[in-house]
C-alpha cells in the first residue's frame, strides 16, 4: 500500500557560513546569524560603511536595504533546503521559479515509482468519499505502472544492457502516474529569489498545495534569517487556509 501524504516535510540542508576579514571589521549591533551579516556586510563595503556610523542593528539595517529595494546585497545569503511530501505537480510549478534558484529532483527514469507514494491534495482532504474515490484512481494508476513496466522490459529483452532497459520502460509506463505522485526535491536559493518565490507562493492566488509548503518554507526561513524574512505576515485568509503577505514588495 502506498503511503499517502497529507502535508509536505521541509528541512535546512545549508546556511551560510560567513567569515569576517579582520582588516574590515564592523561593528555588529544585534543579534544575527552568518547569512543576515554576510549581506550587511556586502552591503556595507558599497560605502565603506563598517564602522556603523547610524549606529543600527544587523536586522535593522536589512529592513532598511529592503524597504530602498537594495535587494541584490541579499542575494549573497544561498539557504538549501530539502522538500519530500511534495507532488509532482507542485515541483512543476515551483521549478518555474528561475533566478538565483538550483534545484535537483528526484528521477522518475531511474527511480522505480512501484512502491510510489502520493499526495492527497489539501482540497480533498476531510472529506471521506472523496478521499476514497481519488484513492481509488491512484491505485489504479500504480497498477497500470506496474504492469506497464514489466511489459516494457519483456518488449525490450534483447537490449542487452538491463540498466537502459530498465531506464526506457520506467520513462515510458510514468505517463501513466498521477500528478499527485510524491517527490522529493532539493532546492538552493538566495534570499533575495526565496522572497520573490514566497511572495507570489504563499499568497492567497497560489495553487493549495504550494502555498501550503511555501508557508511552511517561509516558518521555518523566518526563523533561520528573521532579517530578511520577517517582513512576511502569515494569516488566516477567507478560505480559512493559510496565506502570507509580505510588506517590502519584489525587492
Ligand atoms: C498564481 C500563479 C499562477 C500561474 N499560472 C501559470 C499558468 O497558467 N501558466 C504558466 O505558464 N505559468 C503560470 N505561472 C508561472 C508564472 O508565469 C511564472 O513562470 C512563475 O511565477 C515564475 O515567476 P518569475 O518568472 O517572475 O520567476 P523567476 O524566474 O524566479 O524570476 C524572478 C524575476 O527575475 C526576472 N527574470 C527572470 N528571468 C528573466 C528573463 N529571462 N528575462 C527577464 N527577466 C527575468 C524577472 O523580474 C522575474 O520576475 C503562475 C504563477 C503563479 C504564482
Redesign the pocket.
Known sequence: MPHFYFEPTVTLLARPSFTMPVHLPVNWIGESTDGERLAEFAGRVCYMSQHNPAKRATRDYLDNIKKQGHGSVLEHANYTLLLEGVSRSLTH?LV??????AYSQLSQRYVDESDANFVVPPAVIGDTSLEAAWREQIEQAQRAYVALVEKLMERYGWIPDRVHRRKMSREAARAVLPNATETKIVVTANAR?WR??LE??A?E???LEIRRAAIAMLRLLQCEAPGFFSDFEIYEADDRRDAARVIYH?V
Open positions: 510549478e518555474r521559479h528561475r533566478a538565483g534558484f529569489a520573490t518565490m507570489l507562493r499568497s492566488g497560489a495553487e519584489k
